[in-house]
């Protein structure tokens, strides 16, 4: 059974202003930098393999899809959860037990035996 609670409230995202002595054009979360950095590091990869010439308006094609991924991938889908979390709860849901008993799910053993020496 899942409570609503509000903790989200007091959970404040981080903001990246500036990096050193560089001013960013916005205030940036750190999660869209990981983000990035996480889909930016493959795509430039798979575009090496490909053999992907960089002499091009390189930013075109290494930029801006890692860029769209990440707005898409940090935007509320359902429920007010992000595509991230939204998958994080359905895994741990499809994990739980199916069935419980008394705050016990029904695969645990019904007696649990203990042993102790005491010298």
Do not use: C
């Not at 989200?8 to 205030?27: G, H, T, V």
């Not at 499809?94 to 695969?107: D, M, N």
């Amino acid at each position: 059974m899942d409570l609503p609670t509000y903790t989200n409230i007091w959970r404040i995202e981080k903001r990246l202003y500036k990096l050193y002595d560089l001013r960013l054009p916005m205030p940036l979360p750190i999660v869209w930098i990981g983000v990035f950095v996480g889909v930016f590091v493959p795509w430039s990869l798979l575009l090496w393999v490909i053999g992907v010439p960089v002499a091009m308006p390189w930013h075109v094609l290494f930029l801006v899809p890692p860029g769209i991924v990440t707005w898409l991938s940090t935007r509320p889908v359902i429920e007010g959860k992000r595509l991230t979390e939204l998958l994080e709860s359905q895994l741990r849901y499809l994990g739980e037990p199916k069935a419980w008993y008394r705050l016990a799910s029904l695969s645990e053993p019904d007696t649990v035996t203990f042993s102790a020496r005491v010298w």
